[in-house]
């Protein structure tokens, strides 16, 4: 098959090279040069998209991500994009196409349990932004749409995480966070191809969620740090299973995120 990556980060690469050791070729689309010898790569703005002379595409996964996580931000890079895209495919004989959008979109934030069948209810501008960008490519493409929602990505950098530590010397409340290895998420989005009959949508989740004063203070013990004070037991964030992923036969290779940064932190030196 011809696979057209719309955003071209760290995620779309791990994708795009697994989907190329299948067999299958690849074409990327982002706004800088990218020098992988296995895709063919195309400069261009997404909002003035031009797939013309592009061969047939057969599936696309569209991977953007916004410079700030600002309202503008949001508006330009998820919901301002669909249109342009959507008329560029248009002329393509697409056999599924799969956005990646956010666990942002599930409202929830006294640490209740989510999974595949919670009902969405953004609560923030970004999470509506997000769910009218999922909703525009719904109504454009009902058959072959299918939505990604992965939760926090990690596997790259523990820099955001140290400097959590180092600044945090107390916390106000009990805030669930949730994670998914980025290896494990590009393992998914790749396994997808090979779904026979894929569901419209799917969250992405170790399905471990951690309160986050937690992290920072296992941080803050490798470090040798003083340890944050929980403030009170006040639960916030919330619980996020992936259930969907499971039924497809899906198995994660990173359950265990503080292995997983204690590797991280021990290739620093």
Known sequence: MHILFIGYG??????AKQLFEQGHQITTISQSLK????????????HQLDLA???????VYVLLSPSQSTIEGYQQTYVDSVAPIVAALKQHPVQKIVVVS?????????????????C????????QLLLKME?????????????IRPTGIYGTSVARMI????????YSKVHYSNRIHINDLARFLAQLIHVEH?????????NQPIPLHEIIQWFQRQLNLPELVLENGEQSGKRIYATRMKEVGFKLEHEDCLGDYKKLLAQMG
């Open 135 to 147: 909703q525009l490519y719904q109504q454009a493409f009902p058959n072959q749409c299918i939505i």
């Open 102 to 118: 956010s666990t942002r979109v599930y409202g929830e934030n006294k640490g209740e349990r989510i999974d595949d069948e919670s």
């Open 53 to 59: 002379h592009v061969p047939a595409i057969d599936w």
């Open 10 to 15: 760290k995620t779309s690469w791990r994708v």
């Open 163 to 170: 400097k959590l530590a180092e600044m945090t010397q107390s």
């Open 198 to 206: 894929p569901e419209n949508s799917y969250i992405v989740s170790n």
């Open 35 to 46: 020098t992988d010898e296995f895709a063919t790569h195309l400069i261009q703005d997404v």
């Open 120 to 127: 969405i209810q953004p609560i923030d501008e970004q999470g």
